[in-house]
Nanobody, 123 residues
């Protein structure tokens, strides 16, 4: 059983940045594909970014390309999401997720989830 704990959310101004972290425990971190998703009030959970086991391949939603960067440190059992050029529409609860066999953009295929961290971007 894998436990995931996100941190780093908060309030930022438009154009600003935040760095989210997700610390994993209870499993073999390097065996999991890791993803970040977000959910705004009244909206569906949305794919943000994902990274393969080694960190060599990354995937992004089109609206995040060039602004967000996902990375992982398998020695620290942690995945990161660097968010730059933030926009008010990035306001949401951000979740990290882990999966063994996933369709990276489909939240339903991930096995484990964190509790989420709130990101609020003011205009």
């Amino acid at each position: 059983q894998v436990q995931l704990v996100e941190s780093g959310g908060g309030l930022a101004q438009a154009g600003g940045f935040l760095r989210l972290s997700c610390a994993a425990s209870g499993g073999t971190f390097s065996s999991y594909i890791m993803g970040w998703f977000r959910q705004a009030p009244g909206k569906e959970r949305e794919f943000v970014a994902a990274i393969n086991r080694s960190g060599g391949n990354t995937y992004y939603a089109d609206s995040m390309k060039g602004r967000f960067t996902i990375s992982r440190d398998n020695a620290k059992n942690t995945v990161y999401l660097q968010m730059n050029s933030l926009k008010p529409e990035d306001t949401a609860v951000y979740y990290c997720a882990a999966g063994s066999t996933v369709a990276v953009r489909s939240w339903r295929t991930y096995d484990y989830w964190g509790q989420g961290t709130q990101v609020t971007v003011s205009s």
